[in-house]
């Protein structure tokens, strides 16, 4: 069973003077959510994400369409209690120690404290427990949101921009933790318009436009689809051949003794490959050129 | 226990808010001023002791309860605090009601400290008084509750600025209702006579809950009135709560 | 130009030029406003006072002080305390004196202190004993069973307008309301009484006001009328005796002591103003004391 399920879901917002006037900020969006699966909602900024995001938390109503998580509303608090959520760029209470919220979370949640600690130490906090948060620079506090995100033991971790803000080590850290959510059995929904962060740990990804979903599937299915290139790198060729497999060629590098030659597909690519072992030469390797996530996704921008 | 941890929140985010020192320190100083009007005053200078003093007092809690209830909900949204603090499985009247009950423990809490305060400037002038000049203190904490419930009320759905001012303005209507239905007893003109009594009792008779003057004039008080007069604001302030909460109920974030 | 990579010296004459600017501004300020203090013609007093006026009655003024009545009329207490004395002192005009205790007890009726000072203030300063007896009355009103009030409209009418029936009614009045003074009744007989020994029952009068009231003008004013009293009295004993000795040795005495070695008075009294008594031509009069 899907643990999330959007079925045509829509939120128009009223602009202008007298809010006559009408924005879509999403439009009609199909999607399910797998149990155990990290899903990387991506889109740039203003594409809806966020308004995604606040309509599976109950925080905003739709205009239309429905919403399920875990089989029930979004609006229904018996469910919130396996979900975890991280906002955008959040601040925290500024006179509150970083310990204090945390244990304030742990009260609402109703859960026991002794996981304050231990979340602490996952997030490099521990240091930082009795400092205000009013304190806090950004990195500290998106660690501690991450922090706060996982005080429940949630089924369900939604998270809106979760590398906002850090430096490549922490984006590193919290892709770690992501990961190991997974290994955890747990699921991952989070935005994001960082796309190598994606590329590197999502099982699925969704590219949200102007508030329509615009591309859905499997992170290796889309990349795999849409080889640009191949760089075919041979050595030990004469002249000659060098001269035949040029034409077959889009462009080609020669260095030392080796000459690297970038076809546009696999035909060209088993042909050089063909033609040099027929003549005696060596492959030295065979790269096959994805298009990055980055590329893939610039392509919906026009 | 949801509740519970949203008061406590509240209460000490307040309190460590610099604001409420320079108001506590400002309503100190008011009473502290007392001392200087001691020569000009001809002998009445205890009632003007009494009288700054419980005006002080009431005055600092009801622009604490005027200004930092108008900006609760506010300030919980321009930090996003509320979005993490409602996607956890709290409701949302559960919410609104740990806010208020947070607040109205910071104004019991203030007010307790201005008593002291005023109690020993008291004692230290040797004015003598019994535990019946503490009587509109405690009208005064309901008074209070229900300012701070129309507070919370407009944070709900204007800006801080406006709460403030809309619940200043009925703070100031709610001390005019009497004169209100006077105009209407006056009046030959039968409209006016139903609106006059509509709105005097629908709008919150705060005169009720001052009785700063008879205290200090010796007037007794019958219990009846007072315990009818707090039975009024906590009914009252259930009233703007229950409102409120349902606003809350279907607000977007 | 960050101030720890400046030498001290640099810090110094920084600090020393941000204190010059501070204080001449704070000169010129405090200038300014003495310049326009003395431009205006009224003082600060008078004006603070005529605010009031502007106030047709109390009533308008409630609306603004929202809960804090008590508090206002302590305002205008001490402003009206504020505008007696000064006048008190200058011209004896007490023109707004009956405007600002109006506009007090509309405030607060129930501060009966200040219908009392009021109401005397405006009988015995201002020489308006109806408007002092009227705000006396609506005193009464607010107050029942207060028995200062009826009280001071009694003395009023005794002393200032010399009505002693009204006088006797009012003490009447006073004496039976709860917690009065017992002292009432009696007034009420006196006054009533008509009796010609009015210096006596003055002075038991002024004593009385004296200890009824914890208002220290009041117990000035008090104090007052029973030395003009003792001086009255002591005039005319030594009127009496100074009669008798013409009868005896057809002359006057040059002085007070003569009466006393030849024996029509038993000692010389004491002149409660600090002053000395002496004759002349044939009359005894109080006078400064003179060098001895």
């Known amino acids: 069973m899907a643990l999330i399920n959007i079925e045509n879901l829509t939120r128009d917002y009223r602009v202008g003077f007298g809010g006559f006037k009408k924005m879509r900020a999403l439009d009609g969006l199909n999607l399910t959510i797998e149990k155990g699966e990290i899903f990387g909602f991506l889109g740039p900024n203003g594409s809806g994400k966020t308004t995604t995001i606040k309509l599976l938390l109950g925080l905003i109503k739709p205009t239309s369409g429905k919403i399920t998580i875990f089989g029930k509303s979004p609006y229904d608090t018996r469910i919130k209690k396996k979900i975890g959520y991280l906002p955008e760029s959040p601040y925290f209470y500024d006179y509150l120690t970083a310990y204090e919220f945390l244990y304030f979370c742990t009260q609402v949640l109703e859960t026991k404290e002794d996981r304050i600690d231990e979340l602490l130490k996952l997030v490099g906090m521990e240091e930082a ?88 599937g499997q992170m290796e299915k889309i990349l795999s689809e849409e080889i640009e290139s191949i760089e075919i790198t041979v050595k030990n060729i004469s002249d000659t051949v060098r001269q035949e497999l040029q034409k077959l060629a889009l462009h080609y590098l020669p260095s030392d003794n080796k000459v690297m030659f970038v076809v546009p597909s696999e035909e060209e690519k088993d042909k050089i490959i063909n ?28 | 226990m949801r509740i519970r941890a949203v008061l406590f929140n509240t209460f000490i985010e307040s309190m460590r808010d610099k604001i409420l020192i320079i108001l506590i320190v400002l309503g100190f100083l008011l009473m502290a001023s007392s001392k200087i009007i001691q020569p000009l005053a001809l002998g009445e200078e205890h009632k003007i002791i009494k009288d700054l003093g419980l005006s002080a007092i009431n005055l600092i ?30 409701r949302r009247w559960e919410f609104i009601l740990g806010k208020y009950l947070g607040l109205l423990l910071v104004l019991f809490v203030s007010l307790l400290i201005l008593a002291v305060g005023f109690s020993l ?11 019946t000049l503490l009587l509109p203190l405690l009208l005064l904490i309901f008074q209070l509750s229900i300012i701070t419930a129309l507070a919370i009320f407009f944070s709900t759905f204007v ?55 008879m205290v200090v004039h010796n007037v007794p008080i019958s219990l009846s009135v007072i315990v009818f007069t707090i039975i009024y604001g906590i009914l009252y302030t259930a009233g703007i709560l229950f409102f409120s909460a349902v606003i809350f109920q279907r607000k977007d974030f | 130009m960050y101030p720890n990579k400046q030498s001290p010296i640099r810090r110094l004459l920084g600090s020393i030029l941000f204190l010059t600017i501070l204080f001449s501004w704070a000169f010129l300020i405090f200038r300014l406003q003495i310049i326009i203090d003395w431009r205006r013609k009224k003082p600060l007093r008078e004006l603070v006072v005529e605010e009031l006026a502007y106030f047709p009655s109390g009533k308008f003024l409630h609306p603004v002080v929202i809960e804090y009545e008590n508090l206002m009329a302590d305002l205008v207490w001490l402003r009206a305390i504020q505008y007696y004395g000064h006048h008190l002192m200058t011209d004896r005009k007490y023109t707004w004196l009956g405007h600002i205790f109006d506009i007090l007890t509309q405030l ?77 009744q009696r007034w009420a007989a006196f006054s009533y009484g008509k009796t010609e020994k009015r210096r006596q029952f003055g002075k038991i009068i002024f004593q009385d006001l004296y200890n009824s009231t914890d208002n220290l003008e009041l117990k000035k004013i008090a104090k007052r009328g029973l030395r003009v009293i003792k001086r009255e009295e002591d005039i005319e004993y030594l009127q009496e005796a100074l009669d008798k000795y013409y009868q005896k040795y057809k002359k006057y005495p040059k002085a007070i002591r003569d009466l006393l070695t030849a024996g029509f008075i038993d000692s010389i009294p004491h002149e409660p103003f600090g002053g000395i008594y002496l004759i002349k031509e044939g009359k005894v009069k109080y006078g400064l004391p003179r060098q001895r």
């Open chain 2, 61 to 90: 809690t009801v622009l604490i309860a005027i200004f930092v209830g108008g900006r609760l909900i506010y300030k919980e949204i321009e930090r996003r605090t509320i979005y993490i603090v409602l996607a956890k499985p709290i």
């Open chain 1, 129 to 216: 427990r009795n400092i205000p948060m009013g304190k806090f620079s950004r990195g500290m506090l998106q660690r501690i949101g991450v922090a706060q995100a996982l005080l429940g033991e949630p089924e369900l971790v939604i998270l809106d921009e979760p590398m906002g803000g850090l430096d490549p080590i922490g984006r590193k850290e919290v892709r770690d933790i992501i990961v190991n959510l997974r290994k955890e059995g747990k699921t991952v929904f989070f935005s994001s318009h960082i796309l190598s962060d994606a590329e590197m740990i999502c099982d699925r990804v969704g590219i949200l436009i102007r508030g329509k979903l615009v591309s859905l």
């Open chain 2, 159 to 213: 800006t801080p600025i406006g709460a403030a001012i809309f619940t200043f303005i009925l703070y100031f209507i709610g001390h005019l209702t009497r004169d209100l239905k006077v105009f209407g007893m006056i009046s030959k003109n039968p409209v006016i006579k139903i609106l006059t009594d509509f709105f005097y009792y629908i709008l919150p008779n705060l005169s009720n809950f001052n009785i700063k003057g």
């Open chain 2, 121 to 131: 400037v008291l004692l230290l002038m040797n004015i003598p008084g019994d535990f």
């Open chain 1, 275 to 302: 033609y040099v072992v027929n003549n005696k030469g060596t492959i030295v390797s065979v790269v096959p050129r994805r298009k990055t996530l980055e590329e893939y996704f610039m392509t919906f921008i026009h």
């Open chain 3, 108 to 184: 607060d009726p129930k501060f009966v202190g200040a219908y009392q000072f009021g109401g005397t203030m405006l009988a015995w300063d201002a020489g308006q004993p109806k408007e002092g007896i009227a705000l006396l009355r609506k005193g009464m009103r607010e107050n029942p069973l207060r028995w200062e009030l009826p009280f001071g409209i009694a003395f009023i009418y005794y002393l200032v307008l010399k009505d002693y029936e009204k006088a006797g009614n009012y003490f009447y009045l006073a004496s039976k309301m709860p917690e009065t003074w017992r002292i009432a």
